[in-house]
């Protein structure tokens, strides 16, 4: 399944709020109120969506706008989270994974490493992590912050017919990156983790 069923700010309210209070109560405490129990924030008005894409100049894919939508940033249940990719940028925040890990990338792509497209476009159980593309690295938009030396990436090099981008899980624990068909589908397969495993968080 891609994760279509996260396709407006409805959506993603419900399933948010279901895994933000898991994981407030997996970490021994007991949900607040407020957006998402206290983990989120107000949605993004589409004002400053429009103006987020301006500034990027691309328009957002739809999964991802309509978390925005729905929570404007979004905070892990714990300082440090293992396994994760930190807290969520708000809108404003957004920006290109260059801007802020220039040194990040050219650790990936001082060695570039072809991968043709029979290896590339693997998902789901069937996928090598390793056979991921580093010089996308530049083009990807950095979704969150302070993870385990980790982090979420929209991959804009790779759009399906929806007008999904890849979405990419990006550790340096990992040898490569963790792919995934959108954002919706990356946040579904997380939380499927989440709830078979001792992992906590988003």
Request: with cysteine; net charge negative.
């Amino acid at each position: 399944m891609t994760g279509r069923f996260l396709v407006n700010r409805d959506s993603w309210g419900s399933f948010l709020e279901t895994w933000a209070a898991a994981a407030i109560k997996k970490v021994g405490d007991e949900p607040g109120t407020g957006p998402l129990f206290g983990l989120g924030f107000a949605g993004a008005s589409e004002s400053m969506l429009a103006d987020a894409e301006r500034r990027l100049g691309s328009r957002l894919p739809p999964s991802y706008r309509a978390f925005l939508e729905c929570t404007n940033g979004l905070q892990q249940p714990l300082p440090f989270v293992p396994a994760r990719g930190g807290n969520f940028w708000s809108v404003e925040e957004l920006d290109w994974f260059r801007t802020r890990n220039a040194e990040w990338i050219d650790a990936y792509t001082e060695h570039p490493y072809e991968v043709p497209d029979s290896l590339y476009f693997v998902y789901g159980d069937d996928q090598d992590c390793v056979h991921f593309r580093g010089e996308y690295l530049r083009e990807c938009l950095e979704l969150s912050h302070d993870g385990d030396s980790a982090v979420y990436l929209l991959n804009p090099r790779v759009i399906g017919a929806d007008g999904e981008w890849e979405a990419w899980f990006f550790a340096n624990w990992n040898p490569g990156a963790v792919r995934y068909r959108s954002f919706a589908e990356l946040m579904r397969s997380h939380y499927l983790n989440f709830s078979t495993s001792k992992l906590d968080g988003f």
